[in-house]
């Protein structure tokens, strides 16, 4: 799901869309995502392809 509207939302800048999907998954299990906002976030996950899909990136943030 994404809260903030995925890489449409933010205009798919390039070499930013990794660090925009890590500030909104912190925000979601902060609880600072405003009107984003789900309800009781324990676990967020980002996956990001680089360049012609020769690289994947995936991260898993919880709250501990």
Known sequence: ???????I???HPVGATGIA??????EQLQGTAGRRQICDPR???T???G???G??????LAVS
């Not at 799901?1 to 890489?7: Q, R």
């Not at 999907?21 to 912190?26: A, L």
């Not at 690289?55 to 898993?60: E, G, L, N, Q």
């Open 47 to 49: 996956h990001n392809v």
């Open 51 to 53: 360049g012609c899909g």
């Open 9 to 11: 939302g933010d205009g």
């Open 43 to 45: 676990i967020g996950l």
């Open 21 to 26: 999907q890590i500030y909104e998954i912190v």
């Open 55 to 60: 690289t994947a990136v995936v991260h898993i």
């Open 1 to 7: 799901i994404n809260t903030d509207g995925g890489l």
